[in-house]
C-alpha cells in the first residue's frame, strides 16, 4: 500500500506530503561497481607536487578529501 501511495504522490495523483526527492528511485544508485582505492599520505604528497597550477591543485585536493577522485591512480 505504501508503494501504491508513493506512485500516486509521484504521478501527481495525491498531494506530495514529503520531499518530492523521496518518491525518486534509482535502481542500483547505491551498488559500488569497484572497491575504493585510499591513497597514502605519502601518495597525496606525490600527487599534490606534480599539480602546480591554480585552481587545478584545490579541485584536486577537494576532490581527494571528498572522496570525489578517480581510479586512474598509478601504483
Same mark, same amino acid.
Given at each position: ?21 523521496? &518518491?525518486?528511485? @534509482?535502481?542500483?544508485?547505491?551498488? =559500488? ?12 604528497? /606525490?600527487? &599534490?607536487?606534480? @599539480?602546480?597550477?591554480?585552481?587545478? =591543485? ?12 578517480? /581510479?586512474?591512480?598509478?601504483?
Amino acid at each position: 500500500m505504501r508503494q501504491v501511495f508513493e506512485y500516486a504522490m509521484l504521478c501527481e495523483m495525491f498531494e506530495t506530503q514529503r520531499n518530492p526527492m523521496d &518518491l525518486v528511485r @534509482i535502481t542500483g544508485g547505491t551498488l =559500488r561497481e569497484e572497491d575504493p582505492i585510499v591513497l597514502t599520505p605519502e601518495q597525496f604528497r /606525490r600527487l &599534490l607536487c606534480n @599539480i602546480i597550477t591554480e585552481p587545478h =591543485r584545490t579541485m584536486v585536493i577537494v576532490a581527494i578529501c571528498l572522496g570525489c577522485a578517480g /581510479r586512474s591512480w598509478p601504483a
